[in-house]
């Protein structure tokens, strides 16, 4: 956590019996969750005989980046009567695991997406070659036609290229247009990109 957990108590006293619970629950919120900006925890009595319900009430308030805010909270009416003050902290950090667990399953799921987005942008295949001039062009998925040098092409694999070869390529904005700084041979068209993969790589019907 990049800022110590706050907490504050009110018309609480402070036994260490609480704070160890406090310290346990914090560190498994770290585990699911471990960029946690800043953790705000506060316990306080808000009654000494209510009507209904627990006299404490308790919130967490987490900061996650890049700028969300979560809020848990217990208040007093929420629960048994005279329920313990360690009965109300735990069931408010479960409301706040539950949220955590949700949002954190979201970030890495769009994590993955823009990873396999980018990765897909940059998967494209030979279209044209002049060999004798040391320079070609290729097509991504979205059928741009991208120039690249022989100098670009990565372990001096110029020679190697033929129309249709399957690459990875870094694109870049070059003064005549769109350019590939590196391309890399992944296979030829209609084989797996590499041993490990089990996605097949084939060229649009239109190339």
Known sequence: MKIPPEITYRNVDKTQAIDNLLQEKIAKLEHICNYINSCHITIEKIHDRPRSGSPYRVR????????????????PGESIQYEPLDAVIRQTF????QQLTKLTQ??????????????????GFVTKLFRENGYGFLKNLEGREIYFHENSVLNHDFERLEIGTGVHFSPEEGENGPQASTVKIVDKPGVCA??????????PLDW
Request: hydrophobic share 30%.
């Open 60 to 75: 967490i308030d987490l900061t996650i980046p890049p700028g969300h805010e979560l809020v848990a909270q217990r208040n």
């Open 94 to 97: 479960d409301a706040m695991r």
């Open 194 to 203: 590499g041993k490990s993969s089990t996605t097949m790589i084939e060229p």
């Open 106 to 123: 979201l970030q890495r799921a769009s994590e993955k997406a823009g990873r396999y987005e980018e990765a897909q942008e940059n998967i």
